[in-house]
């Protein structure tokens, strides 16, 4: 993949939030991007609540980095965040998203000093980023996680991010007892991650959405 087919082309809508045209799909929800990510992803994987030192969060879809950002809010312990992403936004990009959340502001300067690097520190988070597709990075990675959070665009718009073998490949780069947490409760995503070897649980989604999903590695 070239540099300019990687780069994302984004709308903005009315609050500042960016819309991708490739995937014709908000990167967070129009209904409050920081409250969905600290119900879905955060209490979906009971965090802060698991966390301890060297505790190993995994993502699929870097975006923004709003998920990065209130998971470093809420964590007083050194943990490592790895985040799969195949169109990175650039530094303007992330400035004009980041806008949208005043009460971020420093945490995501800081983030937006360490970006270029694909490896730095924000707080007490020891951060990569895998920059390509994560069908084909994934299955290379030597780590293992303790939380996923999965957070492709809508499976049915970016059903590349919630296939079988890629479902397979997060379960099998997770810790046993390690969890996943994600917004989608779509029929085929769930049975892809029961079929991976994670325990499927359905809980109350955000905002009107009735159900989410997350998971414990048996
Ligand atoms: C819903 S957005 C993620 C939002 C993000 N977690 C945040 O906090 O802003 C989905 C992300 O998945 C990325 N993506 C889509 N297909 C991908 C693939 N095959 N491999 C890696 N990343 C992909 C998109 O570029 C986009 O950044």
């Not at 984004?10 to 409050?32: K, M, T």
């Not at 980023?129 to 049915?156: E, H, K, T, V, Y």
Request: aromatic share 10%; with cysteine.
């Amino acid at each position: 993949m070239s540099v300019q087919d990687q780069r994302p082309d984004l709308n903005w809508r009315e609050g500042g939030i960016p819309v991708s045209q490739r995937f014709d799909d908000p990167y967070f929800s129009l209904n409050g991007g920081l409250a969905e990510t600290r119900h879905v992803f955060l209490a979906g994987n009971d965090l802060p609540a698991r966390l301890h030192p060297g505790f190993h969060v995994a993502e699929l879809g870097f975006g923004t980095g709003l998920n990065l950002l209130a998971l470093a809010e809420i964590t007083d312990q050194p943990i490592r965040f790895t985040s799969f992403e195949a169109y990175p936004m650039d530094l303007p990009q992330l400035e004009q998203a980041h806008a949208a959340f005043p009460e971020l502001a420093a945490l995501a300067a800081a983030l937006r000093a360490g970006y270029s690097a694909r490896r730095f520190r924000l707080g007490q988070v020891e951060v990569e980023l895998m920059i390509g597709d994560a069908r084909d990075l994934l299955p290379q990675w030597n780590g293992a996680a303790d939380a996923w959070f999965l957070d492709g665009f809508s499976p049915a718009k970016n059903p590349e991010l919630w296939g079988e073998a890629l479902m397979g490949e997060v379960c099998a780069h997770t810790t046993p007892g390690g969890t996943f947490a994600t917004y989608s409760a779509a029929g085929h995503v769930r049975r892809a991650l029961g079929a991976a070897g994670f325990a499927v649980t359905r809980a109350p989604g955000y905002a009107g959405k009735r159900h989410m999903s997350r998971g414990v590695r048996l």
